[in-house]
C-alpha cells in the first residue's frame, strides 16, 4: 500500500508515511494533498459583473480566497454574486475559507478588475 503526502502551496513535501494511521510531530493523522492554485502571481480578476472565480469539482476538499485589491469583493457560492448581498471580502486582504461548498464561486466588486487570489485543495 502506497504512503499519504502532505504537500504545502509552494510544493514542499513535508510528509510521507506507508501506515494510514500514523502520525508525525504535530500528532494530527498525515492525509494525501494535492494543492495547485488560481494563479501563482496576479490571481483572478474579478469583473463588476458576476464572475466565476471557481468552478465546482467533487475532488474539492477547501478552497482559500484573499482579496489582493484595494476594493471590497462580494463571493457568492453559486451561479450570481451581488454587490451588498453575498458574502464581503474586505479590501487589502479580507479572506474566506470554505471547506464544505464543492459547487461554483462566484464573485463581483463596483470597479472590475480586482485581484482575487484563490488556492484550493484537492482530493487525489
Same mark, same amino acid.
Given at each position: 500500500?502506497?504512503?499519504?503526502?502532505?504537500?504545502?502551496?509552494?510544493?514542499?513535501?513535508?510528509?510521507?508515511?506507508?501506515?494510514?494511521?500514523?502520525?508525525?510531530?504535530?500528532?494530527?493523522?498525515?492525509?494525501?494533498?494535492?494543492?495547485?492554485? /488560481?494563479?501563482?502571481?496576479?490571481?483572478?480578476?474579478?469583473?463588476?459583473?458576476? !464572475?466565476?472565480?471557481?468552478? #465546482? +469539482?467533487? %475532488?474539492? *476538499?477547501?478552497?482559500?480566497?484573499?482579496?489582493?485589491?484595494?476594493?471590497?469583493?462580494?463571493?457568492?457560492?453559486?451561479?450570481?454574486?451581488?454587490?451588498?448581498?453575498?458574502?464581503?471580502?474586505?479590501?487589502? /486582504?479580507?479572506?474566506?475559507?470554505?471547506?464544505?461548498?464543492?459547487?461554483?464561486? !462566484?464573485?463581483?466588486?463596483? #470597479? +472590475?478588475? %480586482?485581484? *482575487?487570489?484563490?488556492?484550493?485543495?484537492?482530493?487525489?
Amino acid at each position: 500500500m502506497g504512503g499519504n503526502r502532505i504537500i504545502l502551496p509552494s510544493g514542499e513535501f513535508v510528509g510521507d508515511n506507508s501506515e494510514p494511521n500514523e502520525t508525525k510531530s504535530t500528532g494530527l493523522p498525515i492525509k494525501r494533498f494535492k494543492v495547485t492554485s /488560481g494563479s501563482s502571481s496576479s490571481g483572478i480578476s474579478v469583473g463588476s459583473s458576476s !464572475t466565476l472565480v471557481s468552478p #465546482s +469539482g467533487a %475532488k474539492i *476538499l477547501e478552497r482559500i480566497f484573499v482579496n489582493d485589491s484595494d476594493e471590497t469583493i462580494y463571493l457568492e457560492r453559486g451561479i450570481s454574486a451581488f454587490i451588498n448581498r453575498s458574502t464581503r471580502l474586505n479590501a487589502r /486582504g479580507g479572506v474566506m475559507v470554505d471547506d464544505l461548498w464543492k459547487g461554483p464561486v !462566484t464573485a463581483i466588486c463596483s #470597479s +472590475g478588475s %480586482k485581484n *482575487l487570489t484563490v488556492e484550493t485543495v484537492l482530493e487525489l
